[in-house]
């Protein structure tokens, strides 16, 4: 999509702290964290939604789920902890319309979230 913020990062139009890349997804530090490790998982095809996860290759959603422990593992998290989030429609508190994962940790989370 030509507007949507993730594809411009994903083009390099708009900078971001890249920690891993693939042909498929694209993976970068949130620009607002919101614990000590906080980064964002996206493929590289749009796809608004985890509404429309179904249009997104089967193998890209499977790379996504086996890099994040990859992540945590990388980041010093996987041995305490961490929480995987993702965020559908307004009320589920999706900001960017582009499917993304938000791997946080490095500190305690709570429950409930939000």
């Known amino acids: 999509m030509e507007n949507c913020i993730f594809c411009k990062i994903i083009r390099g139009e708009i900078p971001a702290k890249k920690e891993y890349e693939s042909d498929s997804i694209f993976v970068f530090h949130d620009i607002t964290p919101q614990a000590p490790i906080h980064l964002l998982i996206i493929p590289k095809q749009h796809i608004s939604s985890m509404n429309e996860i179904g249009n997104l290759d089967p193998k890209v959603t499977s790379e996504i789920f086996q890099v994040i422990p990859k992540l945590a593992e990388k980041n010093g998290i996987m041995e305490k902890g961490y929480r995987v989030v993702n965020n559908c429609g307004n009320y589920g508190g999706q900001t960017v319309g582009h499917l993304h994962f938000h791997l946080?940790?490095?500190?305690?989370?709570?429950?409930?979230?939000g």
């Open 104 to 113: 946080l940790g490095g500190r305690h989370m709570v429950w409930p979230p």
